[in-house]
């Protein structure tokens, strides 16, 4: 046998290894936790499914995981609904965690070198860390339990390890572009589901909904606001392509899921995007964009505006209503964190105490310590104000670096040339979209529901990813 020969048995027979070792470990996981817990055997059965899966096609089960999140959404709200066990929905809820952990320990034994690690360096990595030490400093000065501090750090610090999967992924452009296309089918799917329901149709749906006194749908969610969230990720992306490919499939697209959005009557949204467009449009010869898109999407928006006026003009009067003469929920959180800041304003009261999953399920003290009197359904409601209750201003401030660090990535790796215009239009549609969730965030956790971290984060980490295989990322 000559040297080549060997040496490709050695590598066949390493990875071999490696394989089963990731395989034996998450397998001696699922079974502990099955052991502990009983009634989880069907949780364990199709996690075992999973495992075999991404195990075998750990890319691929990568990317599909990301798709099934967004169904994993719509069962989770619509068990809400319908009365399910909060132990059962819970553990549906929170099932694609323990599948990220799998991803780790995978990425972390599959690029083992011998006596280091072999991964894609980028500039967050420093700023994650960064928070992760501003939790431990405040959970150890305020003497809160580790158990439930590691957990919360790694929720909060969720979006971020989903960025950096996805980029040591090192998924090529051909994946890429068939799970971007596949989810937009996805969307469109969801959103023509909507369009029925809201012609009368009842598909998916019990009952009419009206908000702010116009009536809304949900599509297959139990809650308006995910169906609005999920046509602005299909409007950005259709927007972006549009404006890297030139193609029109992705200006009709784009104009059935602003239709989505509309009926949908999520205000964020609406407000995020127009201003995402703002800067791309701003800076329209940095992305090379002809400036007879810009009149094109400008006309565009003032004939939408001009059709649907009068129910923008009733949800924009009922606004003034509900967050003008009524304490909504996230009034309290942003108040509550005001008074923590005051009392704690460096380190906050530590991870898992304030605005988070994990405060929930501990039913932190923190809420009443505060006079914060909210139902467990609105505490998640606020992600900035659960960064400053929780870590304060120094975690608020890394945080805020972390993100923007991240968009200034995303700006460095935009495409300079012509030659990959279904990726170049993916950047475009990101740069909308991070504005868009920024704006969002401030009224919602996108940042850390498990499907919209997964489509910022993760989509951010595939195309920078990518571009990586063929320049230096930001260090």
């Given at each position: 046998?000559?040297?080549?020969?060997?040496?490709?048995?050695?590598?066949?027979?390493?990875?071999?290894?490696?394989?089963?070792?990731?395989?034996?470990?998450?397998?001696?996981?699922?079974?502990?936790?099955?052991?502990?817990?009983?009634?989880?055997?069907?949780?364990?059965?199709?996690?075992?499914?999973?495992?075999?899966?991404?195990?075998?096609?750990?890319?691929?089960?990568?990317?599909?995981?990301?798709?099934?999140?967004?169904?994993?959404?719509?069962?989770?709200?619509?068990?809400?609904?319908?009365?399910?066990?909060?132990?059962?929905?819970?553990?549906?809820?929170?099932?694609?965690?323990?599948?990220?952990?799998?991803?780790?320990?995978?990425?972390?034994?599959?690029n083992?070198?011998?006596?280091?690690?072999?991964?894609?360096?980028?500039?967050?990595?420093?700023?994650?860390?960064?928070?992760?030490?501003?939790?431990?400093?405040?959970?150890?000065?305020?003497?809160?339990?580790?158990?439930?501090?590691?957990?919360?750090?790694?929720?909060?610090?969720?979006?971020?390890?989903?960025?950096?999967?996805?980029?040591?992924?090192?998924?090529?452009?051909?994946?890429?572009?068939?799970?971007?296309?596949?989810?937009?089918?996805?969307?469109?799917?969801?959103?023509?589901?909507?369009?029925?329901?809201?012609?009368?149709?009842?598909?998916?749906?019990?009952?009419?909904?009206?908000r702010?006194?116009?009536?809304?749908?949900n599509?297959?969610?139990?809650?308006?606001?995910?169906?609005?969230?999920l046509?602005?990720?299909?409007?950005a992306?259709?927007?972006?392509?549009k404006l890297?490919?030139?193609?029109?499939?992705?200006?009709?697209?784009?104009?059935?899921?602003?239709?989505?959005?509309?009926?949908?009557?999520?205000?964020?949204?609406?407000?995020?995007?127009?201003?995402?467009?703002?800067?791309?449009?701003?800076?329209?010869?940095?992305?090379?964009?002809?400036?007879?898109?810009?009149?094109?999407?400008?006309?565009?928006?003032?004939i939408?505006?001009?059709?649907?006026?009068?129910?923008?003009?009733r949800?924009?009067?009922?606004?003034?209503?509900?967050?003008?003469?009524?304490?909504?929920?996230?009034?309290?959180?942003?108040?509550?964190?005001s008074?923590?800041?005051?009392?704690?304003?460096?380190?906050?009261?530590?991870?898992?105490?304030?605005?988070?999953?994990?405060?929930?399920?501990?039913?932190?003290?923190?809420?009443?310590?505060?006079?914060?009197?909210?139902?467990?359904?609105?505490?998640?409601?606020?992600?900035?104000?659960?960064?400053?209750?929780?870590?304060?201003?120094?975690?608020?401030?890394?945080?805020?670096?972390?993100?923007?660090?991240l968009?200034?990535?995303?700006?460095?790796?935009?495409?300079?040339?012509?030659?990959?215009?279904?990726i170049?239009?993916?950047?475009?549609?990101?740069?909308?979209?991070?504005?868009?969730?920024?704006?969002?965030?401030?009224?919602?956790?996108?940042?850390?529901?498990?499907?919209?971290?997964?489509?910022?984060?993760?989509?951010?980490?595939?195309?920078?990813?990518?571009?990586?295989?063929?320049?230096?990322?930001?260090?």
């Amino acid at each position: 046998m000559n040297f080549s020969n060997r040496l490709s048995t050695i590598i066949e027979a390493e990875v071999g290894k490696r394989t089963f070792i990731i395989f034996a470990f998450l397998l001696t996981a699922l079974g502990i936790i099955s052991a502990l817990e009983p009634s989880y055997t069907l949780i364990i059965l199709i996690g075992s499914t999973i495992l075999v899966f991404t195990v075998l096609s750990p890319k691929e089960g990568f990317l599909v995981t990301g798709i099934f999140l967004i169904l994993q959404n719509a069962v989770t709200n619509n068990m809400d609904v319908f009365g399910a066990p909060e132990t059962i929905t819970n553990i549906v809820k929170r099932a694609d965690e323990v599948i990220w952990v799998f991803f780790l320990v995978f990425l972390l034994l599959n690029n083992y070198r011998g006596k280091t690690w072999k991964f894609k360096k980028s500039l967050p990595d420093k700023f994650a860390i960064t928070l992760a030490f501003v939790g431990l400093m405040s959970a150890f000065i305020n003497g809160n339990s580790l158990f439930w501090t590691l957990p919360a750090i790694f929720l909060t610090l969720k979006g971020y390890l989903l960025f950096w999967i996805a980029m040591n992924m090192s998924i090529d452009k051909q994946k890429l572009i068939i799970f971007f296309k596949t989810l937009i089918v996805i969307l469109l799917i969801i959103a023509f589901i909507g369009f029925l329901q809201y012609i009368g149709i009842k598909i998916f749906t019990v009952k009419d909904t009206e908000r702010l006194g116009v009536r809304v749908v949900n599509s297959i969610f139990a809650h308006h606001g995910t169906f609005g969230s999920l046509m602005a990720v299909g409007i950005a992306l259709s927007i972006g392509l549009k404006l890297g490919t030139k193609k029109n499939t992705w200006l009709i697209t784009s104009i059935i899921f602003s239709l989505g959005l509309i009926i949908s009557s999520v205000r964020r949204s609406l407000i995020g995007l127009i201003l995402g467009l703002i800067f791309v449009f701003l800076f329209y010869r940095k992305f090379k964009i002809e400036k007879k898109y810009i009149y094109s999407f400008l006309g565009g928006l003032s004939i939408l505006l001009i059709l649907f006026g009068g129910r923008m003009a009733r949800i924009t009067t009922a606004t003034k209503y509900e967050y003008g003469t009524n304490i909504a929920p996230r009034y309290w959180l942003y108040y509550g964190a005001s008074r923590i800041i005051k009392n704690k304003p460096l380190l906050g009261e530590g991870p898992g105490k304030y605005g988070s999953f994990i405060s929930v399920i501990t039913k932190s003290e923190i809420y009443e310590k505060y006079n914060i009197i909210i139902e467990n359904n609105y505490k998640m409601d606020a992600y900035w104000a659960s960064i400053l209750g929780e870590y304060g201003i120094l975690g608020f401030t890394t945080m805020i670096f972390l993100l923007m660090v991240l968009f200034q990535n995303i700006l460095h790796f935009y495409p300079k040339d012509n030659k990959t215009p279904f990726i170049k239009g993916l950047y475009i549609g990101y740069i909308i979209l991070f504005i868009d969730f920024f704006i969002e965030s401030i009224m919602a956790s996108v940042f850390t529901i498990s499907w919209s971290a997964f489509l910022f984060f993760a989509g951010i980490g595939l195309i920078i990813g990518e571009r990586k295989s063929h320049s230096q990322i930001m260090i």
